[in-house]
């Protein structure tokens, strides 16, 4: 029984990678100095894996960007307008790709299985001349080597590599992405070889497609490819590595009768090993640097450096070396029952009311379109009304203040006075460019998700608790550690006084229960779903305080609910069920007159359109300004359900000023399949990231355009 790691985190336990890359790109450093800080985290991380006594460590396993870019870059498969003429890929081509140059944008970038992490999407079509171009995992393994330490090279599986990419643009809509398996194929038996050549035993491919629903002429396409290379890897031992989930029956056949493979998942060759279910990447990196968490909570969690040491512990155990890892596994023991037992994690209260939810549904009384009804009386609405999804330019004086408050440095009054301050310098402007829907701009908040974790128990926050994001960006989730509940409101005091401010409605801004879970590392003792009905009660207590304190339009973001989706078609429905569900519950509670809201980061959610429905909010915002074409489906159905709805009508992340008139034919189109008394008018996302000389002029053309189609009407 021995131990193996699928992979590890690059970023470094102080997110060093990320530093050295930026200051690289920045033009503050040069290319050698950040090769060393790349040199020396993977040789910290290697002797570290060694040192613990890990049998089977990866190499190639690091990036400076992104494992999939590397295997672009690997194959040769440069999209041709980065200019590159052959020979080995240095940074600039990489970098390149990446990240745009200034004169050609980056290849796209999506979401890694159902993580947080992104990968450059391969632009491939028939026309493409791979050819070997990086020798990373080859350079890695014997950059190891000479310091001592025996890996396992990694490599992304052919297929699976094929299957993550896209056509290129103008690719013939015919063309077939596994057709260019025999091209790439000769390639990685060049790879093979040379890693047999410089002394590697083992080698790892990671085809982690085999997860997910796959047709027989994709599962054939993994038979056929490991045939081909069968005679290359004679002399190697080959794991066939997936993650994320577990495989189907029928990849399980295919996995199980591929040519020259050794062995897959935890059975290496005819032995069983311990091992990580999935690269470490996707966790933070080292407990021991978190300085502001208690002895007790730490004791109840593990971050990468810590999870090879308990692999490295399993394995001992399994292979009858019990007593070496006694004291480890007491130690265990003792931090699983005092988290069991703690009132810090179980909060009798809560447990009951979530239970109390069961079986139950919970459903506003009265149907949406005499909500509408309702509601409009009360606010008193044009047609086509103007709004905003809630936050506003966040500006470096506004940073400077939050910071010095959590530091301490200015008092509560004057984080207060300059808080109020800013709400009403936006509720001016927004008054100004008659708006008729305000928001008070989220100044006080950094996060969507962290604003509510810090004020709802049962979280915890890190200092160094990173996970890649993409690039040399990286995320710090909350750790949701036990039961969740609300001590006091955590919005009103904010929501209240913006409305003091203005006479028109004020919009309450609260991000979603399921949106809170999806962005947090959540604890494993009970279901998630569990978890999120918890999350939902807290969210239901802040809408019945809003409400009370008068506000009659609350938002409640679901900016994630679209990528907890599982991997698999066969998991949807029921994650679906108790996504909505636990939406519904946080606003089940109020008056038909209170208009619930929910805002969308995303468009293409034809597949699940029922249960965008399903949520019964009032208004629906969703981004749009992508995607026109697949959301008619989405409208149509809308239009049946009666729900206002605001397809953003301009594109907040570019800092482009869209006119009036390109704003009016927007408009004129959605209204050619949605009534008008149902369309809202708003840009695409929050305003956070832009700056007021952009959102002022687009807001203002923004509203101009609804005014001038309610002449046309
Ligand atoms: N209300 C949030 C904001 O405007 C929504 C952010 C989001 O959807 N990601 O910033
Ligand atoms: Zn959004």
């Excluded at 790879?191 to 410089?198: C, D, F, I, N, P």
């Excluded at 679906?576 to 636990?582: D, E, N, Q, R, T």
């Excluded at 956070?688 to 355009?705: D, F």
Aim: net charge negative; aromatic share 8%.
């Amino acid at each position: 029984m021995a131990s193996h790691i699928v992979g590890y985190p690059r970023m470094g336990p102080k997110r060093e990678l990320k530093f050295a890359l930026e200051s690289f790109w920045d033009g503050k450093s040069s290319a050698e100095d950040l090769k060393k800080v790349a040199a020396d985290l993977r040789s910290s991380i290697w002797k570290q894996m060694a040192d613990v006594g890990i049998k089977y460590i990866p190499s190639n396993t690091f990036s400076y960007y992104d494992q999939v870019l590397d295997t672009t870059a690997m194959l040769g498969a440069v999209p041709p307008r980065y200019g590159w003429n052959g020979g080995e890929i240095g940074f600039d081509v990489y970098f390149s790709m990446a990240r745009g140059n200034a004169s050609v944008p980056a290849m796209e970038m999506t979401k890694w299985f159902d993580t947080n992490y992104h990968y450059i999407v391969p632009e491939l079509g028939p026309d493409v001349k791979f050819s070997y171009a990086s020798h990373k995992a080859v350079d890695e393994y014997k950059e190891a080597k000479a310091l001592g330490v025996d890996t396992f090279p990694v490599l992304i599986g052919p297929v699976s590599y094929l299957l993550l990419s896209k056509p290129a643009k103008g690719v013939d809509k015919s063309f077939s992405l596994l057709s260019l398996l025999p091209k790439i194929l000769p390639i990685y038996k060049e790879v093979v070889t040379e890693l047999k050549g410089a002394g590697a035993s083992w080698i790892q491919f990671d085809e982690p497609l085999l997860i997910m629903d796959l047709d027989a002429q994709k599962l054939q396409a993994f038979t056929e490819a490991y045939s081909e290379l069968e005679s290359t890897l004679s002399g190697v031992n080959v794991v066939v590595e997936t993650y994320f989930a577990d495989v189907t029956p029928e990849a399980y056949k295919t996995l199980a009768s591929l040519k020259g493979v050794t062995g897959y998942g935890s059975l290496l060759a005819d032995k069983l090993v311990v091992s990580t279910s999935c690269s470490l990447l996707h966790t933070a990196v080292d407990l021991a640097n978190e300085t502001k968490l208690d002895a007790e909570l730490k004791s109840w969690l593990a971050f990468a450096a810590q999870k090879i040491v308990e692999v490295n512990a399993l394995a001992k155990a399994l292979a009858g070396q019990k007593d070496e890892v006694h004291a480890f596994f007491s130690a265990n023991a003792a931090a699983q029952a005092s988290r069991k037992s703690s009132p810090r994690v179980t909060n009798e209260g809560v447990q009951k009311a979530a239970a109390a939810l069961k079986g139950s549904d919970h459903r506003r009384a009265t149907n949406v379109s005499a909500r509408l009804d309702a509601q409009q009386k009360k606010l008193n609405l044009p047609i086509l009304p103007t709004t905003t999804i809630g936050s506003f330019p966040q500006t470096v004086e506004l940073r400077r203040v939050r910071r010095e408050y959590k530091a301490n440095k200015i008092s509560e009054e004057e984080y207060v006075n300059s808080i109020k301050e800013e709400i009403r310098k936006v509720v001016k402007l927004q008054e100004e460019l008659d708006i008729d829907v305000l928001v008070h701009g989220e100044p006080e908040r950094n996060d969507m998700v962290e604003y509510f974790g810090e004020q709802l128990s049962g979280f915890a926050f890190t200092v160094n608790g990173w996970v890649q994001s993409y690039g040399s960006r990286c995320v710090k989730p909350p750790i949701i550690y036990g039961d969740v509940s609300r001590p006091k409101p955590m919005t009103v005091f904010w929501s209240s006084t913006a409305q003091s401010m203005t006479s028109r409605p004020m919009k309450g801004m609260l991000t979603g229960p399921v949106t809170i879970l999806n962005w947090s590392f959540v604890r494993n003792d009970q279901p998630r779903h569990e978890t999120c009905y918890q999350i939902a009660l807290a969210i239901k207590d802040e809408v019945e305080d809003l409400e009370k304190a008068g506000i009659n339009v609350i938002q409640i973001d679901e900016a994630a609910l679209r990528e907890g989706l599982p991997l698999r078609k066969s998991e949807h429905e029921f994650y679906l069920k108790w996504a909505v569900h636990s939406f519904r519950i946080t606003n089940v509670g109020v008056q038909d007159t209170t208009q619930i809201h929910t805002h969308m980061c995303y468009s293409n959610f034809n597949d699940i359109i029922h249960s965008i429905i399903d949520m019964d909010a009032d208004v629906i915002t969703i981004e749009n300004s992508r995607s026109d074409e697949k959301l008619l489906s989405v409208f149509r159905e809308g239009v049946k359900y009666g729900a206002g709805i605001g397809p953003g009508v301009y594109d907040i992340h570019s800092p482009r000023i869209p006119s009036t008139e390109e704003i009016a034919d927007r408009i004129r189109k959605m209204l050619a399949v949605l009534e008008s008394n149902i369309l809202w008018v708003n840009p695409d996302c929050g305003l956070k990231t832009r700056k007021y000389s952009e959102v002022q002029p687009a807001l203002s053309n923004m509203v101009a355009a609804a005014k001038q189609l309610r002449q046309e009407l």
